[in-house]
């Protein structure tokens, strides 16, 4: 029996030992959903805290509910967590789902995929299938990891025969397409892209993952997988960026932008309604065309339509400061020294993820030019400003009417909005949460 059919026959019978690597919003339901199949599941983190909460049972992501991870934990014992690299000597697949954020200079920092395909690579056996999972430019999978594990391997086995890709051990690139906080759409019923280093490659990859996923949508190689999953975010960051400028220049024209897509999204072909907000946040959008960019820049050539999003959304907060810096000088009072309360400050709806929040840089410019501010946010206790913690207020009738600007940032669900107008002086609403209030107490500026 050759060694692939060796491993599709250790997949099918869910005696595969799965390792996931990086159990953050992406490894930990990942690594949840091979234990609940029944796989023999080892969660390999560097940060300890994050080691020993998966292995008490005590949940940080918000799609897991920590019953769930108990479950698997303690009830099943199909999933350990740990920080010993050495784990890997008993895996037969390892899916790196570490983190792939931008340098200071915005380029792509792959030091966390580096250090991983270092580790991985120096416990690389026959028989193990290696998936990079993290979001990064078209080349990394067969460019920079497949070396670095094969270097690696030779040099700690210098003695052995090399190992050969597609024979011995399996390499494939499979983004994340998953959306935080999102419940009809989940791991299992979003289609998941995967791309072979060779046919043999592929055939691992896709019988491990038809385990926890619906279908699969096998791609001719990792780089065209790499760059499914960038389309995907370009796709979705040109057009907020598009739909913003719009929001922009409506509001120059004296049109409600909101009235404009609601009317436009009635076509029911040729149109897909984007929303304009507060600018873009998260853990992807405003990073992964970077890493586009940079590839093309690599190849002399100047990916404009990444630029050009970029140039618009992240001039939203700003645009958002003056909104409110208006709305306040048509009550006659400066931002300096005025009373203002953020609603939301998390990236998104109904997480409580700040990376990248435009509502940190809004508030970043209002603290700077020396309002008094607070913020509340259901999901965010505590956040850091130049060094300095600010505490989410509790939201009452007298938070509320004390505050000369009430801004929403973030439209999480758990929010009445009719209560909040009904006891605000006066509102921006970026989000147009506000859309259905009847008889607010103030001002409501929408975007
Ligand atoms: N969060 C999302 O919504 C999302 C969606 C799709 C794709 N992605 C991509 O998935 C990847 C992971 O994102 P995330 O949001 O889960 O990140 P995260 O920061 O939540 O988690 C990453 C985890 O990796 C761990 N880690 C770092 N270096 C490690 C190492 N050498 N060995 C083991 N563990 C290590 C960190 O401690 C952390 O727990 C990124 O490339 C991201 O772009 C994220």
Redesign the pocket.
Known sequence: MTTKDELLRKIERRQATVCV????????PLAVAFAREGFPTIG????VA?VEAVNRGDSY?EDIPSTLLAEVVSSSGHLHATTD?SALDRADAVLI????PLSKTKDPDVS?IL??GQ?IGRRLHAGMLVVL????YPGTTEDLLLPLLLEEHARHHPDGAPLVVGRDVFLAFS??????GRTDYTLRNTPKVIGGMTPACLEVAQALYTAVVEHCVPVSSPRTAEMV?LLENLFRTVNIALINEVAIMCDCLGIDVWEVIEAAKTKPFGYMPFYPGPGLG???LP??PQYLAWKMRTLNYNARFVQLAAEINFQMPRYVATKVADALNEEGKPVKGSRILLLGVAYKPDVG?T?ESPALEIAQIFVEKGARLHYHDPYVPTIELNGQSFHSVELTETTLADADCTVIVTDHTWYDWTWVARHARLIVDTRNACRHVREPRGRIVKL
């Open positions: 690597v990086g159990l953050g919003y992406v490894g930990l390999l983190d560097v940060d994050r992501v690299y789902c570490v983190p792939t966390y250090a991983a580790a999972e993290s979001t990064t983004p994340e397409r998953i959306d935080p999953k998260g853990h992807c990073v992964d993820d990376r």
